[in-house]
């Protein structure tokens, strides 16, 4: 049992140098977890992530009521133990899995649903991570703050108005074309919530009088592109993925 000794503070205070911030009396009611799972479609036989798991209610109920497999990673040791005993009494222990570490070590690669709960200083360290590491149909649910740059999953933020469901490495894009005034040329605004991307252009005439600026916003980045007025031209929009290749990634937006 540990006291609240000066001991006990020196090690609060060289976790929170280590580990950041941690706000463990901010928890989520399970009906805030329901109704996230829910907007992010967790389903029977999926793999759910929750970055910094509490005591474990989102992992217990993505476990006995989704029919996931659950797995939490936190470092305080008083939650991990009884997110454990938790999972034991639920009878749920085969399918909840505990780590006991960082979560910012964590690979997210093999999951299907990750959650967090975790503030806008943890998305500046995740977000650029979940965008390259996740599959393309892996969603992550942020309750309470959005993730700066991302473009949320619109039917989601209908039915759920405490958090925001995302597909990191399926991005969200917005574009729109425009004529340029007194000039034959057209202009592209597009903005994607991806950060390490790169935009490309087919079937252009003229690739030297293409102009491409790119501004950064949040996560994301908005792109102007001005070019010969050239019907056939096509951009999308290309990402690093996992293994540093850039793929194509969203729609290609083709002139009207
Ligand atoms: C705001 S609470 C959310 C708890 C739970 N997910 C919920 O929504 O009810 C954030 C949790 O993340 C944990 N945490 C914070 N930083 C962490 C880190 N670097 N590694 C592991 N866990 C961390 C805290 O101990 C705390 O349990």
Known sequence: MSGAGPDSSTTAELRAELFGVHIPEL???????????QAAGLAPGERYLELGS????G??????????LATGVEYLDDAVERTRRAAERAGVA??????????????PAPFDVVHMHLGPAFHDVLAARLERLLAPDARVV???WRVPGWLPDADALEAWDAGYVYRPSDPRTHASWGERDGDDAVELHLHADLRDLEPRLDGIAAPDRVAVSRTASGRGTTI???????????????AR??????TRRGP???RP
């Open 27 to 37: 928890q989520l009611s399970p009906e805030e977890y329901r109704a996230g799972l």
């Open 54 to 57: 509490g005591h474990g209610h």
């Open 59 to 68: 992992l217990l109920i993505a476990a006995t009521e989704f029919g996931a």
């Open 94 to 107: 085969d399918r909840v899995h505990l780590l006991h570490d960082d979560l910012r070590r964590v690979d």
């Open 142 to 144: 942020a309750a309470g």
């Open 224 to 238: 102007l592109v001005s070019l010969p007025s050239d019907p056939s031209v096509e951009l999308s929009v290309w």
């Open 241 to 246: 993925d996992r293994a540093g290749r850039f």
């Open 252 to 254: 290609v937006f083709a």
